[in-house]
Nanobody
């Protein structure tokens, strides 16, 4: 079992930055795909970014490409999401998720692929 805990959300003005953290416990994230999703009221969870832990490759949604950056810290078993140039439409609850995978495959953008989820952290972009 993997337990995931997100932190780093908050209120930020448009154009600002936040860094979200996803700390894992229970087992190492090696051999997993770890992703960030976001969700607004009444909508489905939306893929934001993912990293294939073993290779260090990353994938981003069109909305995140060029503004967000996903990274990982092996020693801390933690994944980060650096979010820059934030927009009001980035306002959402952000969730960290993981499932065991050694290659990307075609399903990493689907919430149903993920076995482990954090509780979420609220990000609000507003002036």
């Amino acid at each position: 079992q993997v337990q995931l805990v997100e932190s780093g959300g908050g209120l930020v003005q448009p154009g600002g930055s936040l860094r979200l953290s996803c700390a894992a416990s229970g087992r190492t994230l090696s051999g997993h795909i770890v992703a960030w999703f976001r969700q607004t009221p009444g909508n489905e969870r939306e893929f934001v970014a993912a990293t294939l832990w073993r290779a260090g490759d990353s994938s981003y949604s069109d909305a995140a490409e060029g503004r967000f950056f996903i990274s990982r810290d092996y020693g801390k078993n933690t994944v980060f999401l650096q979010m820059d140039s934030l927009k009001p439409e980035d306002t959402a609850v952000y969730y960290c998720a993981a499932y065991r995978a050694l290659t990307w495959g075609s399903n990493y953008g689907r919430p149903s692929s993920y076995d482990y989820w954090g509780q979420g952290t609220q990000v609000t972009v507003s002036s």
